[in-house]
């Protein structure tokens, strides 16, 4: 786990204080980006609760990623059901327009299903999808984080999941052109598109407190953050 920032500065604080901050926000992008650890961040700074994807849970995911075809289907429909629980327990929690970090986007879903799925499979995973009862709430921000995929490539390895390691360039370059259409073409929420290339969320206040300044200055439904760390 990467190691906790220092305590946010004091003008942070006060910005805080003064600012509407967005009820419930998703964080998304593709795998090494940092998705969760600036959602705990987030969620620890903003003091919201957080919804988690469920990865190290599932049992199908090893075997994924060591041969990309095998248990795909197993794969999804995993992350599928239980993606369906966590909107059930939004519900029966109460959780609907109160204070929330995701580090997924349930809207998604679709995105790795079409990408790593058969022509019959994703029938199938439509059929399934279709059955549930899906109506996520709409996140109020949705934070994109984009990076090269030799740079994400470099960030898996260095966090050394085994199971992950399996993950090429390839891949990674699939993954990264899935999420650029789908994003292109998102519109259910106020979107910021961040590159977080050279941004160290993880152990870098400076970068982490630039982020949160941008999101709280979000007035458009689309916007761009593309930081030249060195000056931050």
Do not use: C
Not at 28 to 34: A, M, V
Not at 123 to 138: E, M, N, R, T, V
Not at 175 to 196: G, K, M, R, S, W
């Amino acid at each position: 786990m990467a190691e906790a920032l220092e305590v946010v500065s004091g003008a942070l604080k006060q910005r805080l204080q003064s600012s509407k901050l967005p009820g419930y926000i998703a964080i998304e992008g593709p795998i090494g980006i940092g998705k969760t650890t600036l959602s705990r961040r987030l969620a620890e700074t903003f003091g919201y609760q957080t919804l988690l994807e469920p990865v190290a849970d599932n049992p199908f995911l090893r075997d994924f990623y060591q041969h990309r075809g095998r248990n795909a289907l197993a794969t999804q429909l995993y992350f599928l059901l239980s993606r369906a629980r966590q909107v059930s327990d939004i519900r029966q929690q109460d959780l609907i327009g109160t204070q929330l970090i995701s580090d997924f986007l349930l809207d998604k879903d679709d995105l790795f299903a079409r990408m790593t799925l058969s022509a019959q499979e994703y029938g199938l995973y439509q059929q399934i999808h279709a059955s549930l009862d899906l109506a996520a709430p709409q996140p109020d921000l949705v934070v994109y984080l984009q990076a090269p995929a030799p740079k994400l490539l470099e960030r898996v390895r260095t966090r050394g999941i085994d199971f992950e390691q399996h993950i090429d360039a390839g891949y990674l370059e699939t993954l990264i052109d899935a999420y650029t259409e789908f994003f292109h073409f998102y519109d259910a929420a106020p979107l910021l598109i961040v590159n977080a290339s050279e941004m160290d969320l993880s152990h870098n206040p400076a970068h982490f407190e630039a982020l949160v300044e941008r999101m709280l200055a979000m007035d458009s439904a689309r916007e761009y953050f593309n930081p030249n760390p060195t000056l931050l």
